[in-house]
């Protein structure tokens, strides 16, 4: 399985971006999307994750500013940024795997598969 992100960018506060991850390759039937983001000098952090039935994870941090979405047909996984704040400032990277409990979707070490990250910066 191979994840590319892309959509990152510059915005100002309060402003939005989508990310954007493309999936290839075969994952299982229970396969579950994560989105994390690593700030400079932090370690990697859970943003939000969705599972194939759409059930949805978000932390708290971000919980009704961001959306998680998946379009099947694309194979693609969106995280749509509004109220973006300086504090989301990150490189993020999204992530999948086969199968997870739900324990564990908050947790990047469960996670097999990885994309690059996309820098995401959000000036005061």
């Known amino acids: 399985v191979q994840l590319q992100a892309s959509g990152g960018g510059l915005v100002q506060t309060g402003g939005s971006l989508r990310l954007s991850c493309a999936a290839s390759?075969?994952?299982?039937?229970?396969?579950?999307f994560g989105w994390f983001r690593q700030a400079p000098g932090k370690e990697r952090e859970f943003v939000a994750a969705?599972?194939?039935?759409?059930?949805?994870w978000y932390a708290a941090s971000v919980r009704g500013r961001f959306t998680i979405s998946r379009d099947s047909a694309r194979n693609t996984v969106y995280l749509q940024m509004n109220g973006l704040k300086p504090e989301d400032t990150a490189v993020y990277y999204c992530?999948?795997?086969?199968?997870?409990?739900?324990?564990?979707?908050?947790?990047?070490?469960?996670?097999?598969?990885w994309g690059q990250g996309t820098q995401v910066t959000v000036s005061s």
């Open positions: 992530a999948a795997d086969s199968h997870l409990i739900v324990s564990s979707i908050s947790d990047s070490n469960q996670y097999d598969y």
């Open positions: 969705i599972r194939r039935d759409s059930a949805t």
């Open positions: 390759g075969q994952l299982g039937s229970r396969y579950v």
